[in-house]
């Protein structure tokens, strides 16, 4: 069966970087694609971005372009969010899903979550 | 910066049918902006239920449906059942995508 298994809950400082990762199993990894979304506390879903598992082409939220980075390593079955410069506002639940090999147009699979807190 | 809106919350009775829907700022949402939806229970990940405009997953019951309704993209949930009470989401791509509020649905 199709599963998502992201990384632990961390805690960062302010100004510090994160990196999630979301290894998947139960399909090949190269044929889809991996969407990241957050939720921060009490707040609604915010997609952050997309990553082929093909070829690694990226689609990132404006919001955030200047601050995340996504990759994969394929020999792992592996994807990684990487999000820099951290402040309070980036306190959340962070997702990954399977999606679409073309766009971000079908999540449907999707990670169980990891939370960061970002707290001096 | 692109909106998309929805009800803050609908209330509906058991075995009620009711509608949620999801509008952009843009204009009419067409089934080139490939609508999904999502449902989340409280301490639980999203999950799918509906692609492309009206395209059921495999695991999603045949009383979700999804639709194009008035320049709006639609949920539709007949037959309502307890276990439908949750927080709904629309996902709409624009190039990049972007997420609607989400509709607290009550089942009272």
């Known amino acids: 069966q199709v599963q998502l298994v992201q990384s632990g809950a961390e805690v960062k400082k302010p100004g510090a970087s994160v990196k999630v990762s979301c290894e998947v199993s139960?399909?090949?990894?190269?044929?889809?694609?991996i969407t990241w979304v957050r939720q921060a506390p009490g707040q609604g879903l915010e997609w952050m971005g997309w990553?082929?598992?093909?070829?690694?082409?990226?689609n990132y939220a404006q919001k955030l372009q200047d601050r995340v980075t996504m990759t994969t390593d394929t020999s792992t079955s592996t994807a990684y969010m990487e999000l820099r410069s951290l402040t309070s506002d980036d306190t959340a639940v962070y997702y990954c899903?399977?999606?679409?090999?073309?766009?971000?147009?079908?999540?449907?699979?999707w990670g169980q979550g990891t939370l960061v807190t970002v707290s001096s | 910066q692109t909106v998309v809106t929805q009800e803050p919350s609908l209330t509906v009775s058991p075995g009620g049918t009711v509608t949620l829907t999801c509008a952009s700022s843009?204009?009419?949402?067409?089934?080139?902006?490939?609508p999904n939806w999502f449902q989340q229970k409280p301490g639980q990940a999203p999950r799918a239920l509906i692609y492309?405009?009206?395209n059921r997953h495999s695991w999603t019951p045949a009383r979700f449906s999804g639709s194009l309704l008035g320049g709006k993209a639609a949920l539709t949930l007949s037959g309502v059942q307890p276990e439908d009470e949750a927080e709904y989401y629309c996902?709409?791509?624009?190039?990049?995508?972007?997420f609607g509020g989400g509709t607290k649905l009550t089942v009272l």
């Open positions: 899903a399977r999606d679409d090999p073309v766009t971000t147009i079908k999540p449907d699979y």
């Open positions: 990553i082929s598992g093909y070829n690694g082409n990226t």
């Open positions: 843009t204009g009419a949402v067409t089934s080139g902006y490939f």
């Open positions: 996902l709409l791509y624009f190039g990049g995508a972007v």
């Open positions: 139960g399909y090949t990894f190269t044929d889809y694609a």
């Open positions: 492309g405009t009206s």
